[in-house]
């Protein structure tokens, strides 16, 4: 029997040598595959909701597309106070695995957010901090940052460890750091800056690895509020504090121009020895009765995207570019503003002329793996 089956095989083995080879599809370009080996494309994922079940032999539509057009994931709520620590000595690590255990099966990178902001902490912390010293808050604020930093240390490559610490021109007070918002600053209103440069060392010994950045809206562009920033930065690093990046979340609107000044802001923070970033893109618009979008909105949101990300291939020390969400269907948008249609997906995945926009802008900057060679280089 042994001798009919040796037989069989190699006959089969010359059928197979002779067959022609069928010429293999050429692999689907993605954000991915086209960004420079230099840069990460993210986006923000809701691991509480999208990964839990994820199986990697059959993953949803969703969690496809995620590992196959980004490297770097960004938890858009699971690392949040009120997610991860909703009650005193009481940790909910269960979204936040999800969304390290999807990044480590398909060899992407995670963006820790976010250590200390005002909004999204647990009714605990604001009912506390009603009678905080700056003491206590500074020991609440460090058992947090040292727990929840050293439980994913060497799997986090950027945290935002202070979201949001400046008000806007248009709040009371104007720009300034919220120390009414901010339960932790208001403790420490007396000093909120050495608090704030303690958060940064606490993570750091946390984490020596993870890069360590401030992180906030209406900051891409030179203005008052990234003038307070680049101040605040450098009193920071004055005192030795172990602070690397600076992120521009980009939350962008229609209704509003776009600043043109985002790659000379971008410069000047790079110049203190900083990195930056792109963290957390979207280009939000108001849209028709039909709650759809006009041809022209759509071909300018693809300009605000791409000019963002061109800022960003422009500036060596940009390190990453993150969207807030790659399709409609999981955008934070629609829930706070009375606009819409803001990711670069649509709600059934169909990519948008945005998507095309970021797709050529990072093949142009550089085919694959190599250093970024974007247009404002001098190489
Ligand atoms: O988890 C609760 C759930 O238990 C409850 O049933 C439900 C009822 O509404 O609320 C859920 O909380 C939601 C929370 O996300 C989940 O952590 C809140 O409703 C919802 O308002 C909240 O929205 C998030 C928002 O931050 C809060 O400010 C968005 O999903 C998130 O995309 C958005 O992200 C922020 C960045 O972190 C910082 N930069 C601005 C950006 C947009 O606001």
């Known amino acids: 029997m042994r001798r009919v089956a040796a037989v069989a095989t190699s006959a089969l083995a010359v059928l197979a040598l002779s067959a022609p080879l069928a010429q293999a599809a050429p692999p689907e370009e993605t954000l991915r595959s086209e960004a420079p080996r230099d840069l990460k494309i993210g986006s923000a994922v809701w691991g509480q909701n999208e990964l839990l079940d994820y199986d990697r032999k059959n993953p949803t539509e969703f969690q496809r597309i995620l590992a196959a057009e980004f490297n770097s994931v960004t938890p858009e709520n699971d690392m949040k106070w009120a997610e991860i ?79 949001e610490i400046f008000q806007d021109d248009w709040d ?21 800056v050495a608090l704030i440069g303690d958060a940064f060392r606490w993570a750091d010994a946390a984490d020596p690895e993870a890069l360590l950045f401030l992180n906030d809206y209406n900051a891409e562009g030179i203005n008052n509020k990234t003038d307070a920033y680049y101040a605040l930065v450098q009193e920071l690093l ?21 600043d043109e000044s985002i790659q000379e802001n971008f410069e000047r923070f ?26 022209e909105q759509i071909a300018l949101q693809a300009e605000r995207y791409d000019a963002m990300l061109v800022a960003c291939l422009n500036v060596p020390a940009c390190t990453s570019f993150t969207v807030w969400g790659f399709d409609d269907g999981h955008s934070w948008v629609p829930g706070v503003f009375p606009e819409g249609y803001a990711t670069i997906m649509t709600e059934e995945f169909e990519k948008k002329p945005a998507y ?20 404002g280089l001098n190489r």
């Not at 110049?271 to 006009?294: C, H, N, Q, S, Y």
């Open 356 to 375: 095309y926009a970021l797709l050529e802008s990072l093949t142009d900057a550089t085919p694959g793996k190599s250093p970024r060679t974007a247009p």
């Open 85 to 163: 620590h909703p009650e005193p000595g009481v940790y909910d690590f269960s979204g936040a695995d999800a969304v390290v255990a999807f990044a480590e099966a398909n060899n992407m990178e995670v963006r820790g957010h976010t250590l200390l902001w005002h909004s999204q902490n647990p009714q605990w912390v604001v009912d506390a901090s009603a009678t905080w010293t700056c003491e206590e808050a500074r020991a609440v604020l460090e058992e947090h940052i040292t727990t929840v930093v050293s439980r994913y240390a060497g799997q986090i490559y950027e945290w935002d460890v202070a979201n």
């Open 238 to 258: 004055a005192d030795g504090v172990p602070i690397d990046g600076f992120g521009a979340q980009g939350h962008l609107s229609l209704m509003y121009g776009f």
């Open 270 to 295: 790079a110049a203190l020895g900083l990195k930056v970033a792109i963290t957390e893109a979207d280009v939000r618009m108001p849209l028709g009765e039909d709650g759809e979008p006009t041809a």
């Open 172 to 192: 009371t007070g104007g720009v300034r750091l919220r120390t009414e918002a901010n339960p932790f600053l208001k403790a420490c209103a007396e000093d909120p």
